[in-house]
């Protein structure tokens, strides 16, 4: 019942910034908890970040906290990822995923998503 579309996607040198945007409609944005997730080559899809439906709690991969930023804007039906110090190994297709269950960091628990943006890192 609800779209997702991610965006913001690109090359970046290691070190550098960048800011993805998943844009929501067709749905109560505000009704769903939001989470990233990430897939690179050959790896499985694993959890990036989740926020819950206030925006008020965040959650972090060990791998990212510290260097990337959820949030969400209820009122434009957006949720971002800021990410920062980027790795050679945060090269991934990135997306953008929600769940009407309750936030959480499982796959299985998002019943939606969007068609993922990628992002390279180059050293």
């Known amino acids: 019942q609800v779209q997702l579309v991610e965006s913001g996607g690109g090359l970046v040198q290691a070190g550098g910034s960048r800011r993805l945007s998943c844009k929501a409609s067709g749905g109560t944005f505000s009704t769903y908890c939001m989470g990233w997730f990430r897939q690179a080559p050959g790896q499985d899809r694993e959890f990036v970040a989740g926020?819950?439906?206030?925006?008020?709690?965040?959650y972090y991969a060990d791998s990212v906290r510290g260097r990337f930023t959820i949030s969400r804007d209820n009122a434009n039906n957006t949720v971002r990822l800021q990410m920062n110090s980027l790795k050679v190994e945060d090269t991934a297709v990135y997306y953008c995923?929600?769940?009407?269950?309750?936030?959480?960091?499982?796959?299985?628990?998002?019943?939606?998503w969007g068609q993922g943006t990628q992002v390279t890192v180059s050293s």
């Open positions: 995923a929600a769940t009407s269950v309750g936030w959480s960091k499982r796959r299985i628990d998002y019943g939606f």
């Open positions: 926020i819950t439906r206030n925006g008020v709690g965040t």
